[in-house]
């Protein structure tokens, strides 16, 4: 899969939620690799920030990033439209410190980036593929966030409030490209009798009954109610009992357990790369939704490329026949057994370490170790077949080394370890020349890493 933008720019206006102000923000493609990035157009220099995980600065009411002194609030909704679109690389130009709140959804984001469509990148999608079960929770509140191996990504949320309104509320979204029918237009939702301390926090100026839903689910007299609209500006409603209070009728009977769904998946998109993953979600927050979004980041930060996904029972691409097809290498030299994947500018190999390998009666004797010029010979190699796959007739080609740049060594490696190696394409393809990164895992750490260059030749 292919990373993918906005087809053309489109822009929203609307008060934010806290600041009460006019706020226009300003949705552009952007180039391959950009990721998510806020840029406050209001201030000197117009400086940038990206929307990662280690940039958040607050989750009070929404989720706040920030670079130095400058900072954008409540940007959840639309990182999840865009999260849900599949966009991987976004400019987002912003002439004040917070995201419109619209009408308390991401409706009116996914619209937009319906109407301008989405345009296909060169550049390969970069997943986090979740391989073994992540927790977190908040023994304080409850709050947890499980997320489990799965072939694709989807959410279940399940939120809990001491409400006799709001009381236990599921929610669930199967399928990522159902987000704008299910999930985009579920507002943001308040408690009557959090209003006045909000208010005096300082927080949601632009607050109404048209951008959120608020809960009366405790006895209070009309005239504190009035009291309570004076407060935010809004007009004087009579309550007689409990529910829900808004100009507009619930969009759905868990229309609150949606918008936290909402929530979560706009707080994942801080990781960066898209999630293959099972969410499950209980009485999820802004602060415990990014606090898994800052340990999958630390992850990231720790090796920047996952250890490719090895299932011994599917089929190969390529089998050891066929790459001696390709490649001229015999033994005792031929060091890529298989080829369990292939993009356009990446390639994923296969070898397995026996105790049989001539190099170790010599290398050595009493501890037998896989030699690391070996190591980066067989990343070659699964290059050199990357770079035969870009030529027609490719048996008529050889690859050769002309450099080796960045060699890091972290692990030896033994008889019994299988080796991993993906090998992709740092430039173009020029006059017969790559620049290649190749890494070499055993499970799922890196033992050895090292940038090349090769050339194809034409064989005589």
Not at 304 to 330: F, G, S, T, W
Request: aromatic fraction near 8%.
């Amino acid at each position: 899969m292919k990373q993918i933008t906005l087809s053309a720019p489109f822009s929203v206006q609307g008060k934010g939620l806290h600041t009460g102000k006019v706020i226009n923000a300003e949705f552009l493609p952007a180039e391959i690799n950009t990721g998510y990035k806020f840029q406050r157009t209001d201030i000197e220099g117009e400086p940038v920030i990206d929307a990662l995980a280690e940039n958040v600065q607050s989750t009070n009411r929404g989720t706040v990033i920030a670079k130095g002194e400058v900072s954008i609030s409540t940007i959840e909704h639309a990182m999840a439209a865009l999260y849900a679109a599949g966009i991987d690389n976004c400019l987002i130009k912003i002439d004040g410190p917070e995201m419109p709140i619209l009408d308390g959804s991401a409706r009116e984001f996914c619209e937009k980036i319906g109407n301008v469509g989405l345009t296909e990148q060169t550049a390969d999608k970069d997943f986090y593929i979740v391989k073994q079960k992540i927790e977190v929770r908040d023994e304080e509140t409850g709050a947890s966030i499980v997320v489990l191996p799965d072939n694709d990504f989807s959410i279940d949320v399940m939120v809990n409030f001491d409400s006799p309104v709001l009381s236990n509320q599921y929610a669930s979204l199967e399928r990522v490209e159902d987000f704008p029918a299910q999930i985009a237009s579920s507002r943001t939702f308040v408690f009557v009798r959090e209003i006045e301390p909000l208010v005096k926090g300082n927080l949601i100026k632009g607050g109404d009954l048209d951008n959120a839903v608020v809960i009366y689910d405790a006895p209070m007299a009309q005239p504190e109610l009035d009291r309570l609209a004076d407060l935010m500006g809004v007009h004087h409603k009579n309550v007689t009992e409990f529910g829900f209070i808004q100009d507009k009728p619930l969009v759905a009977e868990n229309e609150p357990a949606r918008h936290k769904l909402m929530d979560v998946m706009g707080d994942l998109a801080l990781i960066g790369r898209p999630l293959k993953g099972k969410v499950i979600a209980t009485r999820p927050g802004h602060s415990i939704n990014t606090t898994f979004s800052k340990k999958i980041r630390k992850e990231i930060k720790r090796q920047d490329v996952q250890a490719p996904v090895y299932d011994p029972n599917k089929e190969p691409l390529m089998d050891n026949n066929q790459i001696r097809e390709l490649l001229p290498h015999r033994y005792p030299m031929l060091l890529v057994d298989k080829i369990i994947e292939k993009g356009d500018n990446y390639i994923v190999g296969v070898k397995n370490i026996t105790a049989n390998e001539p190099f170790f009666p010599g290398h050595f004797p009493q501890e037998p170790v896989l030699p690391g010029v070996l190591q980066i010979e067989a990343m070659a190699q699964t290059g050199g077949l990357l770079v035969l796959s870009t030529v027609d007739d490719p048996a008529r080609y050889s690859t050769y080394f002309m450099k080796i740049d960045n060699v890091k060594f972290r692990q030896k490696v033994v008889p019994g370890d299988t080796l991993i190696f993906h090998v992709s394409f740092m430039t173009e393809l020029r006059r017969g020349c790559a620049m290649m990164k190749g890494y070499a895992f055993v499970g799922e750490k890196i033992v050895s890493e090292c940038e090349f260059m090769a050339q194809i030749i034409k064989n005589k």
